[in-house]
T-cell receptor, first 112, second 110 residues
């Protein structure tokens, strides 16, 4: 099937600590893996993505890693800040990128 | 300039009514989507269009009818609204990689 599994569903960390969210996907043909951040009452916003020809990508405090063999990818947020509190979604394309399927979402709470 | 815009932002209506949501993108993307986000925040794809043509219909009831007059517009018409249709509906567009979302339409059926 066309599945993207995301864990955990909720994550609470102390400000300054790191947070890691993991996703697995079902189609080995998927070649692009975006991550979205959705703040309360807002639209999902693309924050970082990775293509299948690289294993890791970093942008300041966020990074994404990809293991194509195991079909999983992860979002890493370091030195977390209160403004990182949001729901995070991973996604993967299916059916030749015509269908972008999202994970179930992770509600991240940063405790001051 | 807003990249993906949808209207209205809020829609409150009674059961049995018919309503429409409009979406427009100025990014020049070929692919547009409709997603439904329920109270548990799950983002479920409903439809995918590529250059005005329907590509994906995710077993959505026939009461939902998308229409794409051109590749920059994808509207959603819903007939005979039911309580379970209450959700936030997001339009999005893509050019093969990341999707860009509209601001969402919060539909409440009473």
């Amino acid at each position: 099937g066309e599945n993207v599994e995301q864990h955990p569903s909720t994550l609470s960390v102390q400000e300054g600590d790191s947070a890691v969210i993991k996703c697995t996907y079902s189609d080995s043909a998927s070649n692009y893996f975006p991550w979205y951040k959705q703040e309360l009452g807002k639209r999902p916003q693309l924050i970082i993505d990775i293509r299948s020809n690289v294993g890791e990508k970093k942008d300041q405090r966020i990074a994404v890693t990809l293991n194509k063999t195991a079909k999983h990818f992860s979002l890493h947020i370091t030195e977390t800040q209160p403004e990182d509190s949001a729901v995070y979604f991973c996604a993967a394309p299916f059916q030749g990128a015509q269908k972008l399927v999202f994970g179930q979402g992770t509600r991240l709470t940063i405790n001051p | 300039d807003t990249a993906v815009s949808q209207t209205p932002k809020y829609l409150v209506t009674q059961m049995g009514n018919d309503k429409s949501i409009k979406c427009e993108q100025n990014l020049g993307h070929d692919t547009m989507y409709w997603y439904k986000q329920d109270s548990k925040k799950f983002l479920k794809i409903m439809f995918s269009y590529n250059n005005k043509e329907l590509i994906i219909n995710e077993t959505v009831p026939n009461r939902f009818s998308p229409k794409s007059p051109d590749k920059a517009h994808l509207n959603l018409h819903i007939n005979s609204l039911e309580l379970g249709d209450s959700a936030v509906y997001f339009c999005a567009s893509s050019q093969g990689w990341g999707a860009f979302f509209g601001q969402g339409t919060r539909l409440t059926v009473v």
